[in-house]
């Protein structure tokens, strides 16, 4: 039988909500994730306008092809045009495509890498402070109803904002 069983069980919650909230390596890892999101939404729209001058220009072409002054060598001619626009434009699709998905793999592989070490880091703190002193610590989300139970929270909260950079224990101040 485990040795708490004898004991009468000591229990927490910890609210992960706030920890990300405020601490100052979840907000910067969240800082960084968005700016990332930012830049890749700013190249695929970028990409998305390559590929709208190519449509518009092949739209121009179609138009051409349909007036009646044309010669058969200049129909000819624009034919060519136009096949090697709708060629250009199927490898642009593909190309932004591809780009789009890797970007996305890459980014919510950085994303969960990142969580991955923040977890690491608030576990370890929660580890310190429940340490000899609670038997169980519940994520305060996971329960419908806690009052008398210990909120660990702030504790946990202070030990990893300890190495704060300046600027971001004056942000949690305000």
Excluded: C, H
Excluded at 30 to 59: H, Y
Excluded at 76 to 99: P, V, Y
Excluded at 134 to 151: C, L, N, R
Aim: charged content about 35%.
């Amino acid at each position: 039988m485990p040795a708490w069983s004898q004991e009468k069980a000591q229990f927490a919650v910890l609210d992960y909500s706030i920890i990300f909230r405020d601490f100052y390596r979840a907000v910067e890892s969240k800082q960084r994730f968005e700016k990332k999101q930012e830049e890749l939404k700013k190249d695929m729209e970028e990409r998305e306008n390559a590929v709208n001058q190519i449509m518009k220009d092949a739209k121009k072409l179609q138009d051409d092809l349909q007036s009646p002054a044309l010669s058969e060598t200049k129909k000819k001619e624009i034919t060519g045009q136009l096949k090697d626009k709708l060629s250009e434009l199927d490898g642009r699709q593909r190309m932004a495509m591809d780009f789009r998905n890797q970007s996305l793999m890459v980014l919510q592989k950085s994303q969960a890498n990142e969580q991955e070490n923040l977890m690491t880091d608030i576990n370890k703190a929660l580890g310190t402070v429940a340490k000899n002193k609670y038997t169980i610590v519940f994520a305060k989300a996971s329960i419908p109803f806690s009052e008398g139970i210990d909120d660990i929270t702030q504790q946990v909260l202070g030990l990893l904002n300890k190495d704060a950079p300046a600027a971001s224990k004056k942000e949690e101040k305000k």
